[in-house]
């Protein structure tokens, strides 16, 4: 199984992460002959106009353990998406990337 360190790297696999925020999340898709298919996703609640709460990242079975909700935590986590919202992580992956990687999120 392929492991992507960036997002480069799983876009030339055909992988694509896009921010969708009508419905709250953040999806990567795969290119696929038929159409791109959903394999994975990082979704966020908005708290009044204050908070942004991450509350589950899910990637298919068949492609965890490759980086991509890695991915999806940096993308998501990026600047200019959270904006002044205070971040809380109800999701246990994003809590452990936050431990992680403490400088991902933007200074008090």
Request: aromatic letters at 8%; a negative charge.
């Amino acid at each position: 199984m392929a492991n992507y360190s960036d997002e480069a790297e799983a876009s030339a696999a055909g992988l694509r992460i896009v921010h969708e925020p009508n419905q709250h999340r953040f999806a990567v898709y795969q290119s696929e002959p038929q159409g791109d298919r959903l394999v994975g996703e990082a979704h966020y609640s908005l708290i009044e106009d204050s908070i942004i709460d991450f509350d589950h990242t899910v990637v298919l079975p068949e492609l965890r353990g490759s980086g991509i909700a890695t991915l999806l935590a940096q993308r998501a986590l990026d600047p200019e998406v959270i904006g002044s919202r205070r971040v809380h992580a109800s999701c246990w992956f994003i809590t452990g990337y936050l431990k992680r990687h403490p400088e991902a999120l933007p200074s008090a």
